[in-house]
């Protein structure tokens, strides 16, 4: 096993340290705020120009600023940490707070440096090494100085295809429930904004103050629909442990990260409300899009978890429940919570600022025919997202038991597919 520093292994460099000009359109230009625990992030991204890119990002600097396949790349101001590997269809500028590691590939496989910044062993040393006062940051050289432990690159190369089985089920499975959602908003949308829903033939339109709407439909404060029940008791007392999922923990739809297991006693003062069946949760801060739904697909990751204050929810009956999940998760309601969101120090949603949404309450009998059509794709969803939170857990358990020796793969007989060398 051979053990050295980072700087011994790779190059080390970092974005342009240039004020670039952005653009609504052109070449991605990634800053720390794209890096999360799965990969990057390009809900909220920056563009810039191809004249600059070519200016800041030129494959004949001396220094390493331009990221090329095989490169690890990672934030280092802020999100501290959080690796990306380049891929063939990759082409993006990069900030000065954003590190490059070139890995030597005579003693290092591009996915093994990878998985060895995602381990354990790296990411606890960055954040006791990490500096700052008002933000944490990492300089070049607290990067090279970082430890780098390998074996041959036989060794290396069973131990990614292992890991990168993990990661490939559980891309799939993202793409899967990136489908289900987007035809259940399809359905949504068709219903109840096109208005093309079962019968709407037969149906005239009258004015509201939402503009034209099928007749019979209502416009009604959120908070007012007889239909959705507002959640305003907080946790009761319950034995054992719980977890704790704040609202930093979610992203959109998904938890992105795992929360603290407390007891009753121990759990902070903002571990508040308890998720239940057919209730939906929404991050109440302004500037966030944060949905949890839950039906008898996720029924135990309810009953087991406690969510922060920070948080407002739903619950109906079973029939009501995706018109109610769907209602919460559309740009609409979150544009109008934002709206209405108030605060010095925190602008975020209270009760007053809830019940001032407006939304259009159809017939019973549509919503419970949305109901049947759409709980099916909905469970469908919560079951993958199950699935991978058992595999991201797994693989996690496994990467430092793999990256340290503690299972040996040696004698294992993998057939590792042979990837082309690409030239650095």
Request: charged share 25%; glycine share 6%.
């Amino acid at each position: 096993m051979n053990k050295c520093r980072i700087g011994d292994a790779c190059q080390v460099g970092d974005g342009a340290h240039a004020k670039i000009k952005r653009k609504s359109n052109g070449i991605i230009y990634l800053t720390s705020k794209n890096f999360k625990k799965e990969g990057i992030d390009l809900t909220k991204v920056d563009y810039i120009s191809e004249k600059d890119y070519s200016k800041y990002f030129r494959e004949d600097s001396k220094a390493l600023t331009m990221p090329k396949v095989g490169d690890i790349v990672f934030s280092i101001i802020g999100t501290i940490g959080q690796p990306y590997l380049v891929e063939k269809k990759d082409k993006f500028g990069l900030s000065s707070s954003v590190a490059i590691l070139r890995p030597d590939k005579n003693k290092l496989n591009p996915e093994y440096l990878f998985y060895w910044i995602k381990s354990p062993t790296v990411q606890n040393t960055l954040y006791s090494i990490k500096g700052g006062v008002a933000q944490s940051y990492l300089s070049l050289e607290m990067i090279k100085s970082l430890p780098l432990v390998y074996e041959s690159k036989d060794i290396q190369n069973k131990l990614t295809f292992i890991l990168s089985r993990y990661d490939q089920l559980i891309k799939n499975n993202e793409e899967r429930i990136q489908l289900l959602e987007k035809m259940a908003k399809l359905i949504y949308d068709e219903w109840f904004v096109k208005f093309k829903f079962p019968g709407h033939e037969n149906i005239k339109m009258v004015d509201s103050e939402l503009g034209k709407i099928p007749d019979g439909w209502e416009v009604k404060g959120i908070s007012d629909v007889e239909s959705f029940n507002f959640i305003s008791e907080n946790i009761k007392q319950f034995g054992g442990e719980k977890e704790y999922f704040a609202t930093a923990n979610i992203d959109v739809i998904n938890i992105i990260k795992e929360g603290i297991m407390y007891s009753y006693k121990e759990k902070p003062c903002r571990a508040q409300k308890q998720p239940t069946i057919y209730s939906v949760w929404f991050a109440r801060m302004k500037d966030t899009h944060k949905v949890l739904g839950f039906t008898e697909s996720n029924e135990f990751i309810a009953n087991n978890s406690i969510l922060s204050s920070g948080f407002g929810g739903f619950k109906s009956e079973k029939d009501i429940f995706p018109f109610l999940y769907y209602s919460i998760n559309r740009v609409y309601f979150h544009k109008e919570k934002d709206r209405f969101a108030t605060g010095a120090t925190q602008v975020s949603l209270n009760n007053d600022g809830l019940s001032k949404i407006k939304i259009l309450v159809p017939s019973k009998e549509v919503i419970e025919s949305f109901g049947d059509k759409v709980l099916p794709i909905l469970n469908e969803i919560f079951i993958f997202q199950i699935k991978n939170k058992t595999l991201s857990k797994t693989r996690d358990l496994l990467l430092p038991k793999l990256i340290s020796g503690q299972v040996d793969i040696s004698d294992l007989a993998i057939n590792v597919p042979k990837v082309p060398e690409v030239e650095v």
